[in-house]
């Protein structure tokens, strides 16, 4: 059964960091690209970044490039986001997802359950 | 980026009734587009890939369409359980880009 769960949410002060964490299970991690996805209170979804199957390639929003870090560790299937500089526009609940098939790029299907990120003074 | 213009941002509907929802990509992207269905405090389901692919256990009354910048997801016969809003998102570049969703609404 695929299952992820994502961790390190929480209230954190502008211009700090953060780390987020999405723990996979029930499938095989290393074939798998992973993305973030998140969505601010009341607000439409908006894609992140993500990290491909192999671990060599990163992609990300504009408007987190150079702040946000993807990576991947597969020998504890757990997918994380690094997330500095923090904004109080970067508040919303971060969705980790897996993508549709092993080794595509291009859809999120297995969904966590989201962690809340409030950067706030 | 390119950018995913949905439309309309809401509507209101009956169960029954046949409803579309419009995309239009600010540049063409063949047909590297997604529709997902998100209902509240729910994470995303992924609906349709590559523009008509209907992902597994998707029943049959959504189906996709398009090609190049503008795309359609229909719905139809609404069903209770299919208000919701829902999102194209593009995957023909980097980086993805979701529309601004749809809410679709009990009239």
């Known amino acids: 059964q695929v299952q992820l769960v994502e961790s390190g949410g929480g209230l954190v002060q502008p211009g700090r960091s953060l780390r987020l964490s999405c723990a996979a299970s029930g499938f095989k991690f290393y074939y798998y690209s992973f993305h973030w996805v998140r969505q601010a209170p009341g607000k439409g979804l908006e894609w992140v970044a993500l990290t491909l199957h192999d671990g060599r390639n990163e992609f990300y929003a504009d408007s987190v490039k150079g702040r946000f870090t993807v990576s991947r560790d597969a020998s504890k299937d757990t997918v994380f986001l690094q997330m500095n500089s923090l904004r109080p526009e970067d508040t919303a609940v971060y969705y980790c997802?897996?993508?549709?098939?092993?080794?595509?790029?291009?859809?999120?299907?297995?969904w966590g359950q989201g962690t809340l990120v409030t950067v706030s003074p | 980026a390119i950018q995913m213009t949905q439309s309309p941002s809401s509507l209101s509907a009956s169960v029954g009734d046949r409803v579309t929802i419009t995309c239009r990509a600010s540049q063409g992207i063949r047909e590297d587009i997604g529709w997902y269905q998100q209902k509240p405090g729910k994470a995303p389901k992924l609906l349709i890939y590559t523009a008509t692919s209907l992902q597994t256990a998707v029943p049959s009354r959504f189906s996709g369409s398009g090609s190049g910048t503008d795309f359609t997801l229909t719905i139809s016969s609404l069903q209770p359980e299919d208000f919701a809003t829902y999102y194209c998102?593009?995957?023909?570049?980097?980086?993805?880009?979701f529309g601004q969703g749809t809410r679709i609404e009990f009239k």
């Open positions: 998102l593009q995957v023909y570049t980097y980086p993805r880009t």
């Open positions: 997802a897996s993508d549709l098939a092993p080794l595509s790029t291009s859809w999120p299907d297995y």
